[in-house]
C-alpha cells in the first residue's frame, strides 16, 4: 500500500472559470515564488506538455528541476509534476470550480517519497513545507486574474 503526504490550499477568485483558467494555463503566470527562477518555458497547445525549468538555492545548495504539464481537462483541472535529481516528486493538481461571478482553485500538492525508513517523514516535512509556497501562488493568481478582468 502507497502512502502519501498531501497538502491542500484553496482561493476565491472574482473571475469567471474561462479566465482564470486561461491565465493559470501558462507557467510563466502560474509558477510566480519569490527567489525561484523560471527559464527555458516551453508553452505547448492546449497546455499539455508544457515545461519549464525552475532553479532554487536552499541551505547553500543549488536544485533545478523540471517542471511539466501532464492533464488539462478545459476548465476544470491542470496537473503538472516537478522531477529533478532529488527523491522528491510532487504531483499537483489545480482544479477551478465556477461560482456565480467568481472561480474557486483548489491546489493540492502530493509526494511520495521512495527513501526506506524516512520517505514518510520527509513527505510530511515537504507538505508542511510548501503551504506557504501555494498560498503566495494562489495570492498571485487571484492578485493578477481579478484587475485584468475588472478592467
Known amino acids: 500500500?502507497?502512502?502519501?503526504?498531501?497538502?491542500?490550499?484553496?482561493?476565491?477568485?472574482?473571475?469567471?472559470?474561462?479566465?482564470?483558467?486561461?491565465?493559470?494555463?501558462?507557467?510563466?503566470n502560474l509558477w510566480v515564488i519569490p527567489d525561484v527562477g523560471l527559464a527555458d518555458v516551453q508553452q505547448r497547445p492546449?497546455?499539455?506538455?508544457s515545461t519549464a525549468k525552475i532553479?532554487?538555492?536552499?541551505l547553500g545548495l543549488h536544485f533545478e528541476m523540471t517542471l511539466e504539464i501532464l492533464e488539462v481537462v478545459r476548465p476544470e483541472k491542470i496537473v503538472l509534476k516537478i522531477t529533478s535529481n532529488t527523491p522528491d516528486r510532487?504531483?499537483?493538481?489545480?482544479?477551478?470550480?465556477?461560482?456565480?461571478?467568481?472561480t474557486t482553485v483548489t491546489m493540492t500538492g502530493e509526494w511520495h517519497i521512495?527513501?526506506?525508513?524516512?520517505?514518510?517523514?520527509?513527505e510530511e516535512m515537504q507538505a508542511r513545507?510548501?503551504?506557504?509556497?501555494?498560498?503566495?501562488?494562489?495570492?498571485?493568481?487571484?492578485?493578477?486574474?481579478?484587475?485584468?478582468?475588472a478592467a
Request: aromatic content about 8%; proline content about 6%; glycine content about 10%.
Open 1 to 28: 500500500m502507497t502512502v502519501m503526504a498531501t497538502m491542500t490550499r484553496s482561493t476565491t477568485i472574482e473571475a469567471p472559470v474561462e479566465e482564470v483558467f486561461d491565465y493559470a494555463l501558462d507557467i510563466r
Open 114 to 122: 521512495n527513501v526506506p525508513g524516512i520517505g514518510a517523514t520527509m
Open 46 to 49: 492546449g497546455g499539455v506538455g
Open 90 to 102: 510532487p504531483l499537483w493538481t489545480l482544479t477551478f470550480e465556477p461560482g456565480e461571478d467568481s
Open 129 to 149: 513545507a510548501h503551504k506557504d509556497i501555494v498560498d503566495g501562488l494562489l495570492a498571485n493568481l487571484k492578485g493578477k486574474v481579478e484587475p485584468l478582468v
Open 55 to 58: 532553479f532554487n538555492h536552499f
